[in-house]
């Protein structure tokens, strides 16, 4: 019996946190290649390594349109 290493061994995804932060992206912004709204929430995001692991795992993003 072969044991299999994890494809991420670094990754804490965990489907039971109990938060979820959608960030849409608007078809515009795909169309016209504007990454300023995704990049201004993703910054937010990411301002500190608190908040960055504190937001791991919970983010999904949806396109519109």
Do not use: H, N, Q
């Amino acid at each position: 019996m072969s044991t299999r290493s994890p494809k991420y061994p670094l990754a804490r995804l965990s489907p039971a946190k109990d938060d979820i932060l959608i960030i849409a992206i608007r078809r515009e912004s795909v169309v016209t290649g504007d990454i300023k709204p995704m990049l201004e929430k993703l910054t937010a995001l990411s301002s500190t390594r608190k908040a960055a692991l504190e937001w791991e795992g919970t983010l999904t993003f949806v396109f519109e349109g």
